[in-house]
């Protein structure tokens, strides 16, 4: 039996706010990069949602990524995926859920 102890939920908004108004972020390709990233580093098992989300009164989508592992290195690899692709996603922060605690780090 395998047990995995570890449970991430990364939060990827797919909007991006400027001058006021939601634009939709090209996600494709860095989302592909972030994917392989998690496959190159032994994370051969994932689950991506797609959900709607509220954020400061905006209503938005957002994918969400269930990792389950016994290794802190998926929250690196996400977090160092995030903030070198924040000049295409536009954040001000981005988020993930560990276990039932939700983690918020400001960019």
Known sequence: MIRLNQKY???IPLYK???EK???IEMDDILDELISEFEKNGFDSLYI???NSYYKARQFDEILITV????FRACEIFEAWFRRH???LA????AYELGNRMIITDL
């Open 9 to 11: 939920v990364f939060h």
């Open 17 to 19: 706010f400027v001058c």
């Open 22 to 24: 939601l634009v939709s």
């Open 49 to 51: 949602t797609k959900v």
């Open 68 to 71: 389950f592992c016994n290794d």
């Open 86 to 88: 924040n000049d295409v």
């Open 91 to 94: 954040q001000e922060a981005f």
